[in-house]
């Protein structure tokens, strides 16, 4: 690897000029599209689109080198400072204590260019994001490394030494452990078995959101031609409709399949330096990097399709600051039950021979809860539908309803928590299985729920609160709650040492 | 029984159950009845609004509902009053609270962030003061502690200050 001297102010690459041209493209897009698209229906103003499109090539192309010529970076006395700017000059600076860790990304330019931004996590009360857009391949990793070393010192708070002499270093740095690894076959599963209704109506509401900035041409243009064949499309029958649902829901499929084949491509995590680090895309290359004491919790989550082929999406939940925008939950799309082991054994060191004691859900009171929920509104439903005469459709209301009861109460079946002493394991869902398992020593404050209907039966709710959000378990025994409650607190307040 | 293989017997651990919960001072309950009833007030004045303006029914509609929340609004605030609470103990404090809907929330010192007090102009009048307890797991296990006197809020804000302090 070749030496640079982050000491030393450093600039990108001289492909960043490309790369800020693209990125100020973009912006300029999003923000005039309805101005263009506007200006592009009306008749004769093709003349002044085309000047003002080339006058904003070239404007841009300055703009562009001069935001590369101004930027620059380096690494001062405990502190990683970035100038950058052009009309507002900014000096960025942040203690190396507060960086928290650094991603490599990559988009469709950047990749082409063999170029990577580099994201600077910061920890603290602002969300600060910091981004290097445009370094050469190795740059960017020497920087990457070169901050992770620089950090380790300040924790070890070892004099400054010259990089490489740090021998304990070299022992870690071969300590790798793979997590989860997804070929092109797992990656189609995954792709198969995603939400894709979600994801269509999530594209539906892109369109809209982007139809609705267009309000003004529709009333101009297409609305008069809507009047005009009002008629023709009055008389489209059901079939048009039904065979418009079926298009959408394949469509949505398709696009869904392609958008998770391309997020997740060579998707890759591992175990390293204390890190668990994650890289993925296909078109945007991304990286994540979480410090093992950052994980607060983790998620398994599971459908019918997956559990055929034995495959569970991990989630990993980590802290952060009620202001950040951070990701909450970083994805592991396709984990087998081996990785799993491997997860729970290298992240939060479980004991492979614990046992766990559980404590399960009274399951007729979650149903009769579930009961009340899902049949006071049914109800009303009913009586609308009745007193408009659609009698034709309350057998499948109906229908409809006791299937609903049916699957709350396998809901109620399954939902439970265990523990094996050291990790809190809450299981729930029947068709969508979830399992959350959470150190008990990460758990922050704990809360008990009973409603006056809960107290007469000796119920209550648990809810657990960690610093990436708070999970319950629902009518449980209240005495066993109470143990429980007392237990994780006593473990909660012997435990030493910092959290996180 | 989910804890027959943790390492600690739990007859060894501390019970929360055991403990006994510090009440507030009568002024809290005073307090929170008094803010309450310049809110159904303000809704009244709407409502007499309504009636003068000629919507009897509307008016007569809203007043009876009115008086039906403000009924219960009342029970469940007097009633409720003696279900709160709050417990010190040495490693933890607890709050409970809630007729209907029964809430018992319990923050280890180890836990916290920091501690606010503070007093609104009503409270002030009450010689009342509110204790706010800040921990990493967000706006939910934020505690607060309303209607302490004014010694005694001081006190324990000194108090978790020093336990705080002590666990980083």
């Given at each position: 690897?070749?030496?640079?001297?982050?000491?030393?102010?450093?600039?990108?690459?001289?492909?960043?000029?490309?790369?800020?041209?693209?990125?100020?493209?973009?912006?300029?897009i999003?923000?005039?599209?309805?101005?263009?698209?506007?200006?592009?229906?009306?008749?004769?103003?093709?003349?002044?689109?085309?000047?003002?499109i080339?006058?904003?090539?070239?404007?841009?192309?300055?703009?562009?080198?001069?935001?590369?010529?101004?930027?620059?970076?380096?690494?001062?006395?405990?502190?990683?400072?970035?100038?950058?700017?052009?009309?507002?000059?900014?000096?960025?600076?942040?203690?190396?204590?507060?960086?928290?860790?650094?991603?490599?990304?990559?988009?469709?330019?950047?990749?082409?260019?063999?170029?990577?931004?580099?994201?600077?996590?910061?920890?603290?009360?602002?969300?600060?994001?910091?981004?290097i857009?445009?370094?050469?391949?190795?740059?960017?990793?020497?920087?990457?490394?070169?901050?992770?070393?620089?950090?380790?010192?300040?924790?070890?708070?070892?004099?400054?030494?010259?990089?490489?002499?740090?021998?304990?270093?070299n022992?870690?740095?071969?300590?790798?452990?793979?997590?989860?690894?997804?070929?092109?076959?797992?990656?189609?599963?995954?792709?198969?078995?995603?939400?894709?209704?979600?994801?269509?109506?999530?594209?539906?509401?892109?369109?809209?959101?982007?139809?609705?900035?267009?309000?003004?041409?529709?009333?101009?243009?297409?609305?008069?031609?809507?009047?005009?064949?009002?008629?023709?499309?009055?008389s489209?029958?059901?079939?048009?409709?039904?065979?418009?649902?079926i298009?959408?829901?394949?469509?949505?499929?398709?696009?869904?399949?392609?958008?998770?084949?391309?997020?997740?491509?060579?998707?890759?995590?591992?175990?390293?330096?204390?890190?668990?680090?994650?890289?993925?895309?296909?078109?945007?290359?991304?990286?994540?990097?979480?410090?093992?004491?950052?994980?607060?919790?983790?998620?398994?989550?599971?459908?019918?399709?997956?559990?055929?082929?034995?495959?569970?999406?991990?989630?990993?939940?980590?802290?952060?600051?009620?202001?950040?925008?951070?990701?909450?939950?970083?994805?592991?799309?396709?984990?087998?039950?081996?990785?799993?082991?491997?997860?729970?054994?290298e992240?939060?060191?479980?004991?492979?021979?614990?046992?766990?004691?559980?404590?399960?859900?009274?399951?007729f009171?979650?149903?009769?809860f579930?009961?009340?929920?899902?049949?006071?509104?049914?109800?009303?439903?009913?009586?609308?539908?009745?007193?408009?005469?659609?009698?034709?459709?309350?057998?499948?209301?109906?229908?409809?309803?006791?299937?609903?009861?049916l699957?709350?109460?396998?809901?109620?079946?399954?939902m439970?928590?265990?523990?094996?002493?050291?990790?809190?394991?809450?299981?729930?869902?029947?068709?969508?299985?979830?399992?959350?398992?959470?150190?008990?020593?990460?758990?922050?404050?704990?809360?008990?729920?009973?409603?006056?209907?809960?107290?007469?039966?000796?119920?209550a709710?648990?809810?657990?609160?960690?610093?990436?959000?708070?999970?319950?378990?629902?009518?449980?025994?209240?005495?066993?709650?109470?143990?429980?409650?007392?237990?994780?607190?006593?473990?909660?307040?012997?435990?030493?040492?910092?959290?996180? | 029984m989910?804890?027959?293989?943790?390492?600690?017997?739990?007859?060894?651990?501390?019970?929360?159950?055991?403990?006994?919960?510090?009440?507030?001072?009568?002024?809290?309950?005073?307090?929170?009845?008094?803010?309450?009833?310049?809110?159904?007030?303000?809704?009244?004045?709407?409502?007499?609004?309504?009636?003068?303006?000629?919507?009897?029914?509307?008016a007569?509609?809203?007043?009876?509902?009115?008086?039906?929340?403000?009924?219960?609004?009342?029970?469940?605030?007097?009633k409720?009053?003696?279900?709160?609470?709050?417990?010190l103990?040495?490693?933890?404090?607890?709050?409970?609270?809630?007729?209907?809907f029964?809430?018992?929330?319990?923050?280890?010192?180890?836990?916290?962030?920091?501690?606010?007090?503070?007093?609104?102009?009503?409270?002030?009048?009450?010689?009342?003061?509110?204790?706010?307890?800040?921990?990493?797991?967000?706006?939910?296990?934020?505690?607060?502690?309303?209607?302490?006197?004014?010694?005694?809020?001081?006190?324990?804000?000194?108090?978790?200050?020093?336990?705080?302090?002590?666990?980083?």
């Amino acid at each position: 690897m070749t030496d640079f001297d982050f000491k030393v102010p450093q600039q990108q690459h001289v492909l960043a000029v490309v790369v800020y041209f693209f990125k100020n493209l973009r912006n300029l897009i999003n923000g005039l599209l309805p101005l263009i698209a506007f200006a592009a229906i009306k008749p004769g103003s093709f003349y002044i689109l085309a000047g003002a499109i080339i006058l904003g090539v070239i404007l841009n192309c300055v703009f562009a080198w001069l935001q590369h010529k101004n930027f620059s970076f380096y690494v001062d006395n405990r502190e990683l400072i970035i100038n950058k700017g052009v009309f507002v000059k900014d000096r960025i600076a942040i203690p190396l204590e507060r960086v928290q860790t650094v991603q490599l990304h990559q988009n469709i330019i950047q990749k082409a260019l063999n170029l990577f931004a580099v994201k600077v996590d910061t920890a603290g009360s602002k969300a600060e994001e910091l981004e290097i857009p445009a370094l050469e391949t190795h740059k960017a990793r020497a920087f990457q490394e070169m901050l992770r070393k620089e950090k380790a010192k300040i924790i070890s708070d070892v004099p400054d030494v010259d990089q490489g002499i740090i021998s304990e270093e070299n022992g870690e740095e071969d300590h790798v452990i793979d997590l989860v690894k997804l070929d092109i076959l797992k990656l189609l599963k995954v792709g198969v078995t995603e939400n894709h209704i979600r994801r269509g109506l999530l594209v539906l509401a892109i369109i809209f959101g982007y139809a609705s900035q267009y309000q003004s041409i529709f009333d101009n243009y297409v609305e008069p031609w809507f009047e005009e064949n009002y008629a023709k499309i009055a008389s489209f029958s059901i079939t048009v409709v039904l065979v418009g649902i079926i298009v959408f829901l394949i469509l949505s499929t398709v696009l869904s399949l392609i958008i998770t084949i391309l997020k997740h491509y060579n998707f890759k995590a591992i175990l390293k330096h204390g890190l668990i680090d994650i890289e993925e895309g296909l078109l945007k290359r991304n990286e994540y990097r979480i410090p093992l004491n950052k994980v607060q919790f983790l998620e398994w989550r599971s459908n019918p399709l997956r559990k055929i082929w034995d495959i569970e999406t991990v989630r990993i939940f980590q802290s952060q600051s009620a202001e950040q925008k951070r990701k909450q939950s970083i994805e592991i799309p396709a984990c087998e039950k081996r990785e799993t082991r491997i997860i729970l054994k290298e992240v939060f060191e479980e004991d492979p021979e614990a046992v766990y004691n559980s404590i399960e859900t009274h399951k007729f009171t979650y149903t009769l809860f579930h009961f009340y929920i899902l049949g006071i509104p049914l109800l009303l439903f009913t009586s609308v539908v009745w007193y408009f005469d659609y009698y034709s459709s309350i057998p499948i209301l109906l229908l409809l309803f006791i299937s609903m009861i049916l699957v709350a109460y396998k809901n109620g079946q399954k939902m439970k928590v265990e523990s094996n002493g050291e990790l809190l394991s809450i299981r729930k869902g029947w068709i969508f299985p979830v399992r959350i398992v959470i150190p008990i020593y990460k758990i922050q404050a704990l809360q008990k729920n009973q409603s006056i209907f809960l107290l007469r039966k000796n119920l209550a709710h648990l809810n657990v609160i960690t610093a990436s959000g708070d999970r319950t378990i629902r009518f449980l025994n209240s005495r066993e709650v109470d143990k429980l409650y007392d237990y994780i607190l006593a473990k909660v307040e012997m435990h030493k040492g910092p959290w996180m | 029984m989910i804890l027959q293989n943790s390492q600690v017997s739990y007859e060894e651990l501390p019970h929360l159950s055991d403990v006994e919960y510090i009440v507030h001072p009568k002024s809290y309950l005073k307090l929170r009845l008094l803010k309450r009833a310049i809110f159904f007030l303000i809704l009244l004045i709407a409502i007499a609004i309504v009636f003068l303006a000629g919507e009897i029914f509307a008016a007569v509609l809203s007043a009876a509902v009115w008086l039906v929340v403000l009924l219960l609004v009342l029970i469940t605030e007097i009633k409720g009053f003696k279900v709160r609470g709050y417990a010190l103990r040495e490693k933890d404090i607890t709050y409970k609270q809630g007729l209907i809907f029964y809430n018992l929330t319990t923050l280890p010192f180890n836990r916290i962030q920091h501690s606010e007090i503070s007093q609104g102009p009503l409270e002030r009048a009450f010689k009342l003061t509110s204790l706010k307890i800040f921990t990493a797991g967000g706006a939910s296990s934020d505690l607060e502690i309303g209607g302490l006197d004014n010694t005694e809020a001081e006190k324990l804000k000194e108090f978790i200050a020093k336990v705080s302090a002590s666990n980083d």
